[in-house]
């Protein structure tokens, strides 16, 4: 069996690009390549989505190449962390012997998020739930969050120290679409416009264009390779439902089940991660995965971020790009949490460089806290 580890990581141009969902994509495997030192002809695997309904057979196509693997899970925001499992075993037995893992989405230069009604109207659900005029996927993650903070004294408060601590590390990010910007105050977190209730637009992820890819390849050819390789250490998932209508518990998610499952393969432990980078497509889905994946307990979360151990400088380094809230959200963000981590691990990231990170979580959430996945890397 072979060893698989990642070789490349890379983001496509990320805010306003005017460019096609291809020249994004385009854009990030070719970096991501380059970060490597390999090139398009070395790839024979893919696993992409959201391009069309051939999502993997149309960038191989754009790319010139012809894949033994592929894969074009949709699963919303977790799909890349999944992607992450698919790949490790197709280079693990010898199916293929360069996978690239990549995204992107051209959003906010289109000015449309179709990639949000792909759930909401074709399910069983649908007939009880659309009468009430939800926005999808928002109106869903206010309601876990209207659990929360009625169960929770200080959950609103925790809710907004997330989206604190996110803005404090885009500021050490150049790259992060509200770089440059002041901090964010709780006056402001307060007075923003109120979009779902609870979640104010301070609680919201950003609509960007953007995406990325990471590389992975067997640890043989990695010797050769320029790029440090990082390990693959552990992965899960779980799928729980498709709508709130069967969703038991607002405060419990999938990311418990992924979790274990990735801790177990990876034979290490919560205290011994260094940095983690947790979907945060709204600040409760932070709080509920926090819990979910075991670093507090469940309505712990909250006291847990409070102190402030999670803003630079910090004793619990979390989302420290950014995030989707101040960061790059371009529709799914599961691919740039794979990145940050592997940047953290490799020691690439500047000013935001946590020292000394040996292990990391990337943990993506996708649909209506449908999907969790789960990966843990290593340094080397």
């Known amino acids: 069996m072979k ?17 096609s969902i291809l020249e994004l994509q385009a854009q990030a495997v070719t970096r991501a390549l380059a970060d490597a030192g390999l090139k398009i002809s070395d790839v024979d695997g893919i696993a992409t989505n959201a391009i069309s309904r051939f999502s993997a057979s149309s960038l191989a196509d754009y790319l010139g190449i012809e894949p ?10 977790s799909s890349f962390e999944m992607y992450v499992a698919r790949a490790y075993h ?3 037995s010898g199916q293929c012997n360069v996978v690239v893992i990549s995204f992107a989405s051209n959003q906010r230069s289109a000015k449309s998020r179709s990639l949000g009604g792909v759930v909401e109207h074709h399910t069983p659900e649908a007939q009880f739930e659309t009468a009430y005029g939800p926005l999808f996927p928002l109106s869903y993650y206010a309601m876990a969050a209207q659990r929360y903070i009625h169960d929770v004294p200080n959950g609103r408060a ?35 416009d ?16 953007g995406g990325g890819a990471i590389i992975i390849t067997n640890s043989e050819m990695a010797k050769n390779l320029k790029s440090k390789p990082v390990s693959i250490l552990g992965f899960g998932e779980s799928t729980t439902n498709t709508s709130m209508t069967t969703h038991r518990d607002l ?5 418990k089940q992924s979790g274990e499952i990735a801790f177990a393969m990876a034979g290490v432990s919560r205290s011994d991660i260094d940095v983690v980078e947790l979907y945060d497509s709204f600040t409760i889905t932070t709080l509920l995965s926090l819990e979910g994946l075991g670093f507090a307990g469940k309505g712990e979360g909250a006291d847990f971020v409070l102190d402030g151990k999670t803003r630079p400088g910090g004793t619990f380094p979390l989302n420290t790009n950014g995030g989707g809230l101040s960061y790059c959200h371009p529709g799914q963000y599961g691919i740039l949490l794979l ?13 935001r460089q946590v020292a000394n990170a040996k292990l990391a979580v990337a943990h993506g959430t996708g649909g209506i806290l449908s999907t969790n996945a789960t990966v843990i890397l290593g340094a080397n």
Do not use: H
Request: aromatic share 6%; hydrophobic share 40%.
């Open 90 to 92: 197709a280079v693990a």
């Open 194 to 209: 109120l979009i779902s209730s609870p979640l104010r637009a301070s609680d919201c992820c950003l609509v960007t264009d």
């Open 251 to 255: 405060r419990v998610t999938g990311a």
């Open 68 to 77: 033994k693997f592929t894969d074009s899970t949709f699963a919303g925001g």
């Open 339 to 351: 990145i940050e981590a592997v940047r953290q691990l490799r020691g690439e990231c500047g000013d």
């Open 158 to 192: 925790a809710l907004s120290e997330i989206a604190i601590s996110a803005r404090e590390w885009a500021l050490l990010n150049p790259k992060a679409y509200r770089y440059g910007t002041a901090s964010l105050t709780v006056a402001e977190l307060e007075s923003a």
């Open 3 to 19: 060893t698989p580890v990642i070789v490349g990581a890379a983001e496509c141009d990320l805010g306003v690009t005017n460019k």
